[in-house]
């Protein structure tokens, strides 16, 4: 069971995106729509906690206001949110944010059979929304039901946690929660299920801290059984490292399969955890298409392999002398994974544009999150090296914070995103966009 704010996706991006966005648009819901039957329920509700039967459109749209202001986590503010912001999701004008460790794991979880379910004080229209708009995609298809505050009640009354453990026909035991802050967590305990604190820093419960409850800094860090009995290992251990070496040969797969990763050239990672920072890397000398779960290597925030876990899985191998440029990418950017493929056109417009590459007016440059019709946005070219610290200083200085990627000269492109999937569409955008530079020189 998933908290959104503070747990799967940053409070400050609903505190500074969406809230403005609903302030803005109460006035018109409430006189446009104001028979639509949610509506309607949602301002007799706004009414009776006022006590005031006769409040008007305006005398609403201000109380909302004040409440969004105190934060309030009242359902019917949260009902009204709720649809404004579907609209802005499905209309293209709000993307939702999680943390780079969410998805991922949501999709481990998910493929491992576990029940993913939300609840949240937002309404459940809104969170369907959220899910359904997020950087990575519609992840709906990971979630299997919403509870809200209007369908399940209060997130600090022990009841509501009774109240959606018998909808979900879960023993209570079986039930695992994921909070951030120590209220819901000690109500959804006295309830019978398990909890587990989300403390990150710089969100608002951080300093509070959980209680007595189970603490992790990121979902890498959890372990959970599932019904099978089967275990998930937390951190960094060998069989996370594991798993992540299967995503990474899948993805390497695709790459070998487009020609990008011609014979063992190019290298994969993702990120595990953040503190202490560890990535799974791909093996060194390995031919990408037919790599194997094993052939990854934990390696530190230097790219070098760490102790006890080289060879730890068969073949396993060394990492990749480049595996210090993924680390370094990933500290300069955040980035939740890293693909380094060797692509002739990335080689070619290299030679050609040694100041860099620059693409505007086009449609494809919303898959990297830019408006087709914007300022034009430029792929920066560095020059070589074979010291990974040199390189990361050349790669440091000229990174184009719009731009997710860099070619460095004569040798290929590093592509960068949120997690594996996020950069592989990353990958595939920015290869697009210089086969279409290499084909008009062409003529």
Known sequence: MLDIEGT?????????????????????????RAAEPEIRRAVEQVRVLL???????????????????????????????GIVWAEGFANGELVSHFYPDVVPRLREWHAAGVRLHVYSSGSAAAQR?????????????????YHDTENAGPKLERASYVAIAADLGAAPERVLFLSDRAGELDAARAAGWHTAGVRRPGEPYYDSGVGG?????SFVELEIRTAAGAREVPGAGTGEVRRAGARLAAE????????????????????????????????????????????VVLVDGRGAAVAGTQGS???????????????RVVRLTGAGAVVHVHTVAAVAMGRRRPGGIVFRDLEMLKGLGQPADGPAVRLPVVANSQDMDVLGDRLAEAREPRMPAVVV????LYVWGADLLQARHHAEVVQWLLELELASERG
């Not at 809230?19 to 819901?29: E, M, T, W």
């Open 8 to 32: 799967t996706s940053a409070t400050g991006f609903v505190v500074d995106e969406l809230y403005p966005y609903s302030r803005g648009r109460f006035g018109r819901l409430l006189t446009e």
């Open 51 to 81: 006590g005031e039967p006769d409040a008007d459109a305006a005398r609403i749209e201000r109380v909302l206001g004040a409440w969004l202001d105190e934060d309030r986590k009242a359902t019917p503010l949260k009902t009204l949110q």
């Open 129 to 145: 929304a959220w899910f359904g708009h997020s950087p990575q995609g519609d992840l709906r298809p990971l979630v299997d039901g």
């Open 213 to 217: 409850h189970p603490e992790v800094a």
């Open 252 to 295: 390497a797969a695709r790459f070998a399969a487009l020609g990008w990763m011609r014979g063992t050239s190019g290298n994969l990672s993702v990120v595990l955890t953040r503190d202490p920072l560890r990535l799974a890397v791909t093996a060194s000398g390995r031919d990408k298409g037919e790599l194997t779960a094993d052939d």
């Open 313 to 327: 899985a068969a073949g396993a191998g060394r990492p990749s002398a480049e595996a210090g440029l993924h680390a």
């Open 409 to 412: 000269a004569g040798h290929g």
